[in-house]
């Protein structure tokens, strides 16, 4: 069993205040290229606006920090469903950062499977290896959120690619209305550490599941080989 961390806030607005100030720390005691791979969907909204404060401006080393998404709808990058433009929006436009350290999920004139495929291709190009391991993680920061049904980034239950061990990017096609290009579990879990982010009553149920190590969550199926962090605000704890 993975072992899992967790750490409750009272509220929202404090949790996203304490995993910004830990992000913080983590980068500013880095040694060179700091990789972090973002979580769309509403709960890291909060943290993602701010970062973009003008108290985290100054505090982040921004030239050094790069930033990659777990997964993305295969829609285009100014589409309401996109999590690049919701990231975008939040951040991106308003922080310090090289437009060079941003790496979105190509999505446009192509189709999932070629979208797939380039985005392994720059992840693998960063990393500067073909091969995952444990000593060089691919990420330093993996950001994660979980489903109602306990899906985290595009891995959702019942799919194939939960399945991949192979890919590091995959296109999940008809799990959802529009498809999707997600990490594998390999990508996801080449992480210093993998930070679920978990907020709201509603959320109650799945976050006991997957503390439990519920193996039918796909969520619960992530194992870094770093450490595996929850940060949860106190209604999503119980």
């Known amino acids: 069993?993975?072992?899992?961390?967790?750490?409750?806030?009272?509220?929202?607005?404090?949790?996203?205040?304490?995993?910004?100030?830990?992000?913080?720390?983590?980068?500013?005691?880095?040694?060179?290229?700091?990789?972090?791979?973002?979580?769309?969907?509403?709960?890291?909204?909060?943290?993602?606006?701010?970062?973009?404060?003008?108290e985290f401006r100054t505090r982040l080393p921004w030239a050094s920090i790069h930033w990659f998404w777990g997964d993305e709808r295969f829609v285009p990058a100014d589409d309401p469903l996109s999590n690049y433009r919701m990231v975008r929006e939040a951040l991106l436009e308003n922080a310090p950062i090289p437009t060079e350290n941003i790496h979105p999920v190509p999505t446009e004139n192509l189709t999932p499977e070629e979208a797939a495929e380039l985005y392994e291709g720059t992840l693998?190009?960063?990393?500067?290896?073909?091969?995952?391991?444990?000593?060089?993680?691919?990420?330093?920061?993996?950001?994660?959120?979980?489903?109602?049904?306990?899906?985290?980034?595009?891995?959702?239950?019942?799919?194939?690619?939960?399945?991949?061990?192979?890919?590091w990017v995959a296109p999940v096609i008809g799990a959802k209305a529009e498809a999707r290009i997600t990490l594998t579990y390999p990508a996801l879990e080449s992480s210093r550490y993998v930070a679920f982010l978990v907020t709201g009553a509603g959320k109650r149920d799945i976050l006991k599941r997957l503390m439990a190590d519920d193996q039918a969550l796909p969520s619960a199926r992530v194992k870094p080989v770093g450490e595996l962090l929850v940060f949860a605000d106190q209604a999503a704890a119980g």
């Open 1 to 54: 069993m993975t072992e899992r961390n967790l750490i409750v806030q009272p509220d929202p607005d404090t949790l996203a205040l304490h995993v910004a100030n830990w992000l913080v720390k983590e980068a500013t005691e880095s040694q060179g290229p700091f990789a972090i791979a973002l979580s769309g969907g509403s709960t890291p909204k909060t943290l993602y606006e701010l970062l973009a404060t003008p």
């Open 124 to 167: 693998r190009l960063f990393h500067g290896s073909k091969r995952l391991g444990g000593r060089n993680p691919l990420f330093d920061i993996n950001l994660l959120g979980i489903g109602d049904d306990g899906h985290t980034a595009s891995l959702f239950p019942g799919t194939e690619v939960l399945n991949d061990r192979t890919r």
